[in-house]
């Protein structure tokens, strides 16, 4: 099929390469002309494992083209997606003005017979209110229906390869069929089976909201279980193991941490819940959710402002992780830039390491911040580390290895990602969430290989490996 995908961000770029080594012809439309001449080069705007290699071979196979002439493109096309974005307005309310400005653009050009598929994330009404547009700019009827996204950043081309489910929001069975033939492959070859759900236009777009608002629900009830553990003396992470076995209630989203960010859950609650205050509803969860998040955020500052008695001028202090999640680069709503930003006007110099996110942080933070390429050396003489995204590459460090590089041993995991026990046996303090800290005790004791106790240096740890020769025992000092 000739196929048109409005927005080359994460939704429309993973989109369009997907269909385009599918056998489908493919232009992807931009009005941003930086974008679509990086594309033509081969330069991504943005940072997806793997979807370099697809958009590669889309090109080099002739079936993916990009342009910022969106009228000639929808000219020739049997379906327009449109996937550009819908940001959080001043009010909460979705912002529907790049939608509707696309659609006007789309109304002028596109050919009798030919949809427009809403990919974006749009509040319950949009699709009438697109089809409105459309209809009274070209004079005539022309099908709109709604296939909400539902990959996830980090994960895009796995989660679009073998989706969960496709959700299509049609008013009548010849778009139904149309669509259902354009997902047909992709739900033969996935690796698990995949439903087709069509429904009505209506209920796709509450569908993809409801969807987020659970995620963003099932983080904001684990952190504050985790905040209330603290206080109770509880262990956040106990508790975890001991519900997630629960087939019903399930592992995913419920990891205690610095708070939810991204370009999704934060404006996809807000925008719910600013649906339900126009009907004259209060969602009193969607608030709590939404509320609990933005407290989460501030958990680690103050876990910092705290140690350091509230003075942080001068202090050196190194964060780990500035994406919303690791395998992105985005950087929208992350918990890092509320803590930089805390930590800057308090005072402190700020050093920074992210494997991919770092250009983006420099358009916020500018030289405000230090940014290192390695991140070891951004430990140099640091006085904290604080961990905010859980790449992969800090997922268990060696707390010895921290120790080595720091002037202070003072380590902040706003992921719980680093192994708490490896810091009970070593000289550094650790601060997690939902969990006691590990203060450094310089009276523990060591049994020592022959069993003979010793005390234990201050500042030297032989590198743990836990996993190869077990926990060293522990004895207090009496
Ligand atoms: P994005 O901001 O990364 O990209 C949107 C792109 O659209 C930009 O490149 C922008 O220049 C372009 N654009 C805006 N107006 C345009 C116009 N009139 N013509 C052509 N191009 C135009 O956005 P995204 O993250 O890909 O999200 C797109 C939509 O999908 C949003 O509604 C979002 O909520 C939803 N969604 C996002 C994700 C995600 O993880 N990012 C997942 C599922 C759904």
């Not at 992105?328 to 494997?355: K, N, Y």
């Not at 951004?378 to 904290?384: E, K, V």
């Amino acid at each position: 099929m000739k196929i048109t995908v409005v927005g080359t961000g994460y939704v429309g770029l993973v989109t369009g390469a997907i269909f385009s080594i599918q056998g489908h012809e493919v232009i992807c439309v931009d009005l941003d002309e930086a974008k679509i001449e990086g594309l033509k080069r081969g330069q991504l705007p943005i940072y997806e494992p793997g979807l370099d290699e697809i958009v590669e071979m889309g090109v080099n196979q002739g079936s993916l083209y990009f342009t910022t002439d969106l009228a000639s493109a929808a000219s020739e096309s049997e379906l327009v997606f449109l996937a550009v974005g819908t940001p959080q307005s001043e009010s909460g309310a979705a912002n529907l003005d790049y939608l509707i400005a696309a659609a006007e653009s789309v109304a002028d050009a596109i050919p009798k017979g030919a949809i427009v598929v809403i990919k974006s994330t749009v509040p319950v009404g949009t699709n009438a209110r697109i089809a409105k547009v459309i209809e009274e700019r070209c004079g005539r009827k022309v099908d709109v229906a709604n296939n909400p996204e539902f990959l996830k950043e980090g994960t895009a081309l796995d989660d679009c390869l073998n989706p969960d489910r496709i959700v299509l929001g049609v008013r009548n069975k010849r778009v139904g069929d149309i669509l259902q033939k354009l997902y047909a492959p992709l739900v033969t070859s996935a690796k698990r089976p995949c439903p087709m759900l069509v429904m009505d236009p209506e209920s796709a777009e509450m569908t993809k909201y409801t969807a987020n608002c659970m995620l963003a629900m099932k983080i904001s009830f684990i952190n504050e279980i985790a905040n209330l553990c603290e206080r109770l003396g509880a262990d956040v992470e106990f508790v975890r193991e001991g519900i997630c076995s629960d087939r019903r209630i399930g592992r995913e989203f419920l990891k205690p941490g610095a708070g939810y960010g991204g370009s999704c859950f934060p404006k996809d609650v807000r925008a719910l819940m600013s649906q339900a205050t126009a009907v004259g509803f209060e969602a009193k969860m969607l608030h709590a959710v939404d509320e609990v998040n933005e407290l989460q955020k501030q958990v680690i500052p103050r876990k910092v402002l705290e140690h350091f008695d509230g003075d942080v001028k001068g202090k050196r202090i190194t964060i780990w992780g500035l994406a919303f999640k690791p395998g992105t680069d985005d950087i929208r709503e992350a918990p890092a830039l509320t803590l930089i930003a805390q930590l800057l006007a308090a005072g402190a110099e700020i050093h920074v390491h992210d494997p991919e996110a770092m250009a983006n942080v420099r358009k916020v933070f500018g030289d405000s911040i230090a940014y290192h390429e390695e991140k070891y050396e951004s430990l140099h003489d640091s006085q904290a580390l604080v961990v905010m995204t859980d790449w992969k590459e800090y997922v268990g460090v060696d707390p010895s290895v921290l120790r080595w590089h720091m002037r202070d041993a003072i380590v902040f995991d706003g992921r719980n990602c680093l192994y708490r026990d490896w810091f009970e046996l070593s000289s550094l303090t650790y601060y997690s969430i939902g969990q006691a800290p590990v203060h450094y005790n310089q009276n523990w004791l060591t049994l020592s290989d022959n069993n003979s106790i010793s005390q234990e240096q201050p500042t030297v740890v032989a590198p743990l490996r836990i996993e190869e020769s077990g926990s060293p025992k522990l004895l207090p000092c009496v």
